[in-house]
Protein backbone atom coordinates (compact mmCIF):
# COMPACT_ATOMS: atom_id res chain seq x y z
CA UNK A 1 0.00 0.00 0.00
CA UNK A 2 2.97 2.16 0.92
CA UNK A 3 4.93 1.32 -2.05
CA UNK A 4 1.36 2.23 -4.25
CA UNK A 5 1.24 5.66 -2.44
CA UNK A 6 4.94 6.30 -3.07
CA UNK A 7 4.72 5.77 -7.30
CA UNK A 8 1.33 7.80 -6.92
CA UNK A 9 3.44 10.48 -5.35
CA UNK A 10 6.58 9.68 -7.92
CA UNK A 11 4.72 9.61 -10.92
CA UNK A 12 2.27 13.15 -9.93
CA UNK A 13 4.89 15.31 -9.22
CA UNK A 14 6.43 13.73 -13.14
CA UNK A 15 3.23 15.03 -14.66
CA UNK A 16 3.08 18.17 -12.51
CA UNK A 17 6.72 19.49 -13.24
CA UNK A 18 6.48 18.57 -17.10
CA UNK A 19 3.37 20.51 -17.48
CA UNK A 20 5.05 23.67 -15.25
CA UNK A 21 8.03 22.86 -17.47
CA UNK A 22 6.12 23.28 -21.00
CA UNK A 23 4.37 26.70 -19.49
CA UNK A 24 7.96 27.60 -18.98
CA UNK A 25 9.06 27.01 -22.56
CA UNK A 26 5.86 28.78 -23.31
CA UNK A 27 6.59 32.02 -21.36
CA UNK A 28 10.36 31.73 -22.50
CA UNK A 29 9.70 31.82 -25.90
CA UNK A 30 7.42 34.73 -26.01
CA UNK A 31 10.04 36.70 -24.30
CA UNK A 32 12.17 35.83 -26.89
CA UNK A 33 10.00 36.76 -29.28
CA UNK A 34 9.19 40.09 -28.12
CA UNK A 35 12.88 40.85 -27.53
CA UNK A 36 13.53 40.11 -31.00
CA UNK A 37 10.62 41.24 -32.68
CA UNK A 38 10.22 44.70 -30.84
CA UNK A 39 12.54 47.84 -29.89
CA UNK A 40 11.73 47.75 -26.14
CA UNK A 41 11.92 51.34 -23.73
CA UNK A 42 11.64 50.23 -20.82
CA UNK A 43 9.07 51.76 -18.02
CA UNK A 44 12.21 52.78 -15.61
CA UNK A 45 15.75 53.56 -16.29
CA UNK A 46 16.99 52.37 -13.10
CA UNK A 47 15.41 48.46 -14.05
CA UNK A 48 16.65 49.04 -18.16
CA UNK A 49 17.25 45.51 -18.13
CA UNK A 50 13.79 44.27 -16.53
CA UNK A 51 11.33 45.63 -19.40
CA UNK A 52 8.43 43.39 -20.61
CA UNK A 53 10.20 40.68 -22.91
CA UNK A 54 13.17 40.43 -20.03
CA UNK A 55 10.83 39.95 -17.04
CA UNK A 56 9.23 36.74 -19.46
CA UNK A 57 12.57 35.58 -20.21
CA UNK A 58 13.89 35.38 -16.91
CA UNK A 59 10.35 34.05 -15.52
CA UNK A 60 10.68 31.40 -18.14
CA UNK A 61 14.48 30.28 -17.49
CA UNK A 62 13.82 29.91 -13.37
CA UNK A 63 10.75 27.90 -14.30
CA UNK A 64 12.17 25.69 -16.73
CA UNK A 65 14.78 24.76 -14.53
CA UNK A 66 13.35 24.34 -11.27
CA UNK A 67 10.57 22.07 -13.41
CA UNK A 68 13.27 19.91 -14.90
CA UNK A 69 14.72 19.37 -11.52
CA UNK A 70 11.85 18.34 -10.09
CA UNK A 71 10.39 16.25 -13.01
CA UNK A 72 13.93 14.26 -13.49
CA UNK A 73 14.77 14.15 -9.79
CA UNK A 74 11.36 12.31 -9.73
CA UNK A 75 11.38 10.12 -12.28
CA UNK A 76 15.07 9.01 -11.33
CA UNK A 77 14.82 8.85 -8.06
CA UNK A 78 17.61 10.92 -7.96
CA UNK A 79 18.29 12.08 -4.06
CA UNK A 80 20.68 14.78 -5.37
CA UNK A 81 18.36 16.20 -7.96
CA UNK A 82 15.13 16.25 -5.35
CA UNK A 83 17.44 17.93 -2.49
CA UNK A 84 18.14 20.60 -4.83
CA UNK A 85 14.85 21.14 -6.12
CA UNK A 86 13.92 21.37 -2.44
CA UNK A 87 16.61 24.28 -1.88
CA UNK A 88 15.66 26.30 -4.81
CA UNK A 89 12.02 26.25 -4.12
CA UNK A 90 12.85 26.91 -0.26
CA UNK A 91 15.12 29.94 -1.66
CA UNK A 92 12.44 31.05 -4.16
CA UNK A 93 9.80 31.12 -1.54
CA UNK A 94 11.63 32.79 0.83
CA UNK A 95 12.39 35.69 -1.76
CA UNK A 96 9.10 36.41 -2.53
CA UNK A 97 7.94 36.56 1.23
CA UNK A 98 10.79 39.21 1.85
CA UNK A 99 9.97 41.03 -1.40
CA UNK A 100 5.73 40.99 -0.34
CA UNK A 101 7.07 42.19 3.52
CA UNK A 102 9.28 45.03 1.84
CA UNK A 103 6.63 46.36 -0.54
CA UNK A 104 4.29 46.76 2.28
CA UNK A 105 6.45 47.96 4.97
CA UNK A 106 7.85 50.29 2.35
CA UNK A 107 4.99 51.03 0.40
CA UNK A 108 5.36 54.75 0.66
CA UNK A 109 8.93 55.53 -0.21
CA UNK A 110 8.53 52.61 -3.18
CA UNK A 111 5.55 55.07 -4.43
CA UNK A 112 7.88 57.95 -4.81
CA UNK A 113 11.04 56.14 -6.31
CA UNK A 114 8.35 54.58 -9.11
CA UNK A 115 6.97 57.83 -9.90
CA UNK A 116 10.19 59.21 -10.45
CA UNK A 117 11.68 56.49 -12.36
CA UNK A 118 8.29 56.44 -14.76
CA UNK A 119 9.17 60.35 -15.18
CA UNK A 120 12.85 59.35 -16.12
CA UNK A 121 11.50 56.56 -18.35
CA UNK A 122 9.24 58.93 -20.46
CA UNK A 123 11.76 61.75 -21.25
CA UNK A 124 13.93 58.92 -22.50
CA UNK A 125 10.84 57.33 -24.48
CA UNK A 126 9.63 60.79 -25.76
CA UNK A 127 13.28 61.45 -27.19
CA UNK A 128 13.54 58.20 -29.09
CA UNK A 129 13.09 57.90 -32.58
CA UNK A 130 9.80 56.07 -33.39
CA UNK A 131 8.77 54.25 -36.37
CA UNK A 132 6.40 51.44 -37.83
CA UNK A 133 9.27 48.50 -35.79
CA UNK A 134 9.13 49.83 -32.75
CA UNK A 135 7.77 49.50 -29.59
CA UNK A 136 7.84 50.44 -26.15
CA UNK A 137 6.44 49.08 -22.74
CA UNK A 138 5.24 52.57 -22.26
CA UNK A 139 2.85 51.58 -25.56
CA UNK A 140 1.95 48.03 -24.23
CA UNK A 141 0.92 50.17 -20.26
CA UNK A 142 -1.16 53.05 -22.39
CA UNK A 143 -2.79 50.60 -24.10
CA UNK A 144 -4.12 48.18 -21.71
CA UNK A 145 -4.83 50.87 -18.99
CA UNK A 146 -6.06 53.75 -21.07
CA UNK A 147 -3.95 56.06 -19.62
CA UNK A 148 -1.43 58.94 -21.36
CA UNK A 149 1.96 59.99 -19.91
CA UNK A 150 2.72 59.27 -15.88
CA UNK A 151 0.33 62.56 -15.10
CA UNK A 152 -1.61 63.00 -18.27
CA UNK A 153 -0.85 63.28 -21.74
CA UNK A 154 1.17 66.75 -21.61
CA UNK A 155 3.81 64.83 -20.37
CA UNK A 156 4.79 64.05 -24.13
CA UNK A 157 4.70 67.35 -25.34
CA UNK A 158 4.51 67.27 -28.95
CA UNK A 159 5.66 63.90 -28.95
CA UNK A 160 2.44 62.13 -27.86
CA UNK A 161 2.33 58.22 -29.33
CA UNK A 162 -0.39 56.92 -30.97
CA UNK A 163 -1.10 54.42 -27.97
CA UNK A 164 -2.54 57.35 -25.99
CA UNK A 165 -4.88 57.70 -28.50
CA UNK A 166 -8.75 56.37 -27.88
CA UNK A 167 -9.61 55.84 -30.89
CA UNK A 168 -8.16 57.04 -34.57
CA UNK A 169 -6.54 60.61 -33.34
CA UNK A 170 -6.62 63.49 -35.83
CA UNK A 171 -4.00 65.89 -36.40
CA UNK A 172 -7.11 68.37 -35.84
CA UNK A 173 -8.97 67.15 -33.18
CA UNK A 174 -6.79 64.80 -31.22
CA UNK A 175 -8.92 62.57 -28.55
CA UNK A 176 -6.33 61.21 -25.87
CA UNK A 177 -6.29 59.41 -22.84
CA UNK A 178 -7.08 61.81 -19.95
CA UNK A 179 -5.77 60.51 -16.98
CA UNK A 180 -2.22 59.49 -16.43
CA UNK A 181 -0.81 55.71 -16.18
CA UNK A 182 0.79 56.70 -12.74
CA UNK A 183 -3.11 57.22 -11.11
CA UNK A 184 -4.02 54.20 -13.03
CA UNK A 185 -1.22 51.61 -12.68
CA UNK A 186 -2.34 52.93 -8.52
CA UNK A 187 -5.91 52.13 -8.85
CA UNK A 188 -5.18 48.60 -10.77
CA UNK A 189 -2.97 47.59 -7.54
CA UNK A 190 -5.56 48.57 -5.06
CA UNK A 191 -7.83 46.98 -6.75
CA UNK A 192 -6.47 43.86 -7.45
CA UNK A 193 -4.42 43.80 -3.90
CA UNK A 194 -6.68 40.96 -2.94
CA UNK A 195 -6.63 39.04 -6.13
CA UNK A 196 -2.74 39.43 -5.57
CA UNK A 197 -2.33 38.66 -2.22
CA UNK A 198 -4.39 35.13 -2.68
CA UNK A 199 -2.05 34.41 -5.95
CA UNK A 200 0.85 34.87 -3.69
CA UNK A 201 -0.45 32.69 -0.95
CA UNK A 202 -1.50 29.87 -3.64
CA UNK A 203 1.58 30.15 -4.78
CA UNK A 204 3.62 29.80 -1.68
CA UNK A 205 1.00 26.31 -0.91
CA UNK A 206 1.98 24.93 -4.23
CA UNK A 207 5.65 25.24 -3.62
CA UNK A 208 5.45 23.72 -0.04
CA UNK A 209 3.26 20.84 -1.35
CA UNK A 210 6.60 20.43 -4.07
CA UNK A 211 8.76 20.69 -1.51
CA UNK A 212 6.93 18.14 0.73
CA UNK A 213 6.63 15.80 -1.94
CA UNK A 214 10.11 16.69 -2.89
CA UNK A 215 11.54 15.58 0.60
CA UNK A 216 9.01 12.79 1.28
CA UNK A 217 10.64 10.91 -1.91
CA UNK A 218 14.19 11.87 -0.75
CA UNK A 219 13.38 10.25 2.72
CA UNK A 220 12.02 7.30 0.81
CA UNK A 221 14.83 6.79 -1.02
CA UNK A 222 16.92 7.39 1.68
CA UNK A 223 15.74 4.36 3.64
CA UNK A 224 15.38 1.94 0.20
CA UNK A 225 19.03 2.56 0.23
CA UNK A 226 18.61 3.29 -3.32
CA UNK A 227 21.54 5.82 -3.26
CA UNK A 228 22.10 8.17 -6.04
CA UNK A 229 20.46 6.35 -8.14
CA UNK A 230 20.54 6.84 -12.06
Same mark, same amino acid.
Given at each position: ?47 ? =? ?8 ? =???? &? ?12 ? *? ?56 ? %? ?26 ? =??? %? ?16 ? %?????? *? ?6 ? &? =? ?20 ? &? ?6 ? %??
Amino acid at each position: MAQGCLKCLKYTMCVANFLCFVCGVAVLSLGVYLMVTFKIASLTPSLA =SLNIPSMLLI =SGII &ITCVSFLGFLGALK *ENRCLLLTFFLVLFILMLVELTAACLMLIYENTIAEIVAKDLRDGLDQARNQTSGPAS %KSDWDVVQQMFECCGVINYTDWQNNVPH =SCC %KGGCSLENPDYFKTGCLE %KMKQWF *EDNFLNTG &I =SVILLCIIEVLAMCFAMTLFCH &ISRSGLGY %KL
